[in-house]
């Protein structure tokens, strides 16, 4: 009996997922910590940010087609 504790004590075959999962865990309650800190504003910057990559990229594909002759 105090072998099979000793051995189930010392396996470490699952301690990866573990630490992914508290690692995960964390990171989403800094998430929701840094959302709840900057109540909202961190919103409207993360949109701005991705409608002006949006943009861009409209532009790049607008500027390749007329480049291309089509």
């Known amino acids: ?5 000793n051995r189930f004590i010392q396996d470490e075959s ?3 997922i ?4 508290a690692i995960l865990a964390f990171v989403a309650i ?3 910590v ?3 800190i900057t109540q909202g504003a961190l919103a409207g910057a ?3 940010a991705f ?3 949006v943009t861009q990229l409209n ?3 607008g500027a390749a087609a007329t480049a291309s002759g089509s």
């Open 1 to 5: 009996m105090r072998d099979t504790l």
């Open 14 to 16: 699952g301690q990866g």
């Open 18 to 21: 573990t630490e992914y999962g």
């Open 30 to 32: 800094l998430v929701a």
């Open 34 to 36: 840094v959302f709840a």
């Open 46 to 48: 993360i949109s701005k």
């Open 51 to 53: 409608s002006s990559v």
């Open 59 to 61: 532009n790049l594909s």
